[in-house]
């Protein structure tokens, strides 16, 4: 009987594959795509997820980030992470392939397939087609089926908000993530490479990425040539009811998850994953949801606070000039996420 096994091979079961196999525990991932899996992501991590990544081992190559940028057509105010701190800006398949290559240095085995019926015991859980684990994780995703076939995942009336993201051949003006703000949605500029750089839009509104670049024309005339395909992914909003059930522990976006605004998931996924692993060394999986709702409060507060402000007819194009008119307010917020 191995000791956990994940649904999912993207970052957050990566990660939690490599802090079990650090830990002496026998993982094993499922994942249905071949490595490296691109998705929709803003593709920049905070300093804290650059941090974790790195005591890992896990370093790869990208963009020194050095703060965040709020912009929109009246001006722009900018907050540098504290005390020297750096992000990291990096092709969702470059960090894909990355820990993929870690996970395998460390002895853990990636199979195809995806878990689908599984069973609860006292003492394992039993996957069709992957016998037995003591624990199961599920790393699946926004949608994630595993959370669904437990009844966690909850519905919300709030915002429905989606996002796509594109490539363009473009070297970084910026050291710092640029959040450009029009009426109704927001482009995250985020340098990834010498000569790339990634836009993610965010909005509740159902529209081609080039229409949504077209309310952002002093951006749109920067940029290059686009140089990949647009993915996107949504809603965003993702509640689930518990990120425990019994055996089975819900890490990254199946456990829940708020809106992009903020930037953190990667952050947050991969410091939860050691958070996991080490709850599971002591055999209180109820101890890895305190430490969920510890990690994640101040990510979960600020996001649900600007998307609640946003979606807000009357203050919804507020938030960059408050920036800009509270400076230090803007800077103390993001040294909260840094």
């Given at each position: 009987m191995i000791d956990v096994l994940i649904a999912g091979g993207g970052p957050a079961g990566l990660a939690t594959a490599c802090h079990a196999a650090l830990a002496g525990m026998e993982a094993v991932v499922v994942e249905p795509r071949a490595t490296p899996v691109d998705k929709a992501c803003g593709e920049g991590l905070m300093p804290t997820g650059a941090e974790a990544l790195r005591s890992l081992g896990v370093r790869p190559?990208?963009?020194?980030?050095?703060?965040?940028?709020?912009?929109?057509?009246?001006?722009?105010?900018?907050?540098?992470?504290?005390?020297?701190?750096?992000?990291?800006?990096?092709?969702?398949?470059?960090?894909?392939?990355?820990?993929?290559?870690?996970?395998?240095?460390l002895g853990v085995r990636v199979v195809a397939g995806r878990v689908g019926r599984f069973r609860q015991r006292p003492d394992a859980v039993e996957a069709d087609g992957f016998g037995r684990a003591r624990w199961l994780v599920a790393a699946d995703g926004l949608h994630s089926p595993v959370r669904a076939s437990l009844g966690l995942t909850t519905t919300s009336r709030r915002v429905r908000r989606h996002g796509l993201r594109r490539h363009f051949a473009v070297a970084p003006w910026s050291s710092h993530v640029e959040v450009h703000w029009s009426p109704g949605a927001e482009a995250y500029v985020t340098p990834v490479g010498p000569e790339l750089v990634g836009v993610a839009v965010l909005s509740s509104r159902r529209v081609p990425f080039d229409e949504h670049l077209a309310a952002f024309p002093a951006l749109r005339d920067r940029l290059g040539p686009p140089c990949s395909p647009v993915r996107g992914a949504g809603p965003l909003r993702q509640t689930a009811a518990a990120q425990v059930a019994g055996r089975v522990l819900l890490v990254g976006d199946a456990a829940g998850y708020v809106d992009a605004l903020t930037g953190e998931g990667i952050s947050l996924a991969v410091r939860s994953a050691e958070a996991l692993i080490s709850a599971l060394r002591q055999e209180n999986p109820e101890m890895y949801a305190r430490s969920w709702r510890r990690l994640s409060w101040r990510h979960r507060l600020l996001t649900e606070a600007l998307v609640a402000v946003r979606g807000n007819r009357v203050t919804g194009d507020l938030i960059a000039p408050a920036a800009r008119r509270l400076p230090w307010a803007f800077r103390a917020a993001v040294a909260l996420l840094a």
């Open positions: 190559e990208g963009w020194p980030l050095r703060g965040i940028a709020y912009l929109d057509a009246a001006g722009s105010v900018t907050a540098p992470f504290p005390r020297g701190l750096s992000g990291l800006g990096v092709r969702r398949t470059i960090l894909h392939e990355t820990l993929a290559k870690r996970a395998a240095e």
